[in-house]
């Protein structure tokens, strides 16, 4: 804790090393994200599972689907602008976030299915 506190603030700024993590884990999360978004693509159109359904059923789902996804990389966005801001490291948003897109992926599929 001393060394830190010897440090200046323009040093401490100089250490982008921990910015690196959140960036790290966020490429895994945008690879998870490709692979659930490709299942739930599957499970949309390629199963029938959804091939009598009415259009307002599939933008249900879809918005089910797409809209956490889409505030859960905001999420992920804004996590590493902050972590880059206040020189922390915050990877453990980026896995918050895949978590959150794999619920609204499971809490969709239910929806096409009629679980709900």
Avoid: H
Avoid at 37 to 55: E, I
């Amino acid at each position: 804790m001393a060394q830190r506190d010897s440090l200046g603030k323009r040093e401490q700024a100089r250490r982008p090393g921990t910015v690196y993590a959140t960036i790290a884990v966020a490429v895994i999360q945008v690879v998870a994200t490709i692979v659930v978004s490709l299942m739930f693509t599957v499970d949309m159109f390629s199963l029938g599972a959804c091939t009598g359904c009415p259009d307002q059923a599939q933008k249900t789902a879809q918005l089910i689907f797409f809209v956490p996804t889409l505030a859960m990389i905001a999420l992920t966005i804004g996590a590493m602008v902050l972590g880059y801001a206040k020189n922390r490291s915050l990877s453990w948003v980026p896995l918050v976030a895949s978590a959150g897109t794999l619920v609204a992926y499971v809490v969709a599929r239910n929806y096409i299915y009629g679980v709900i």
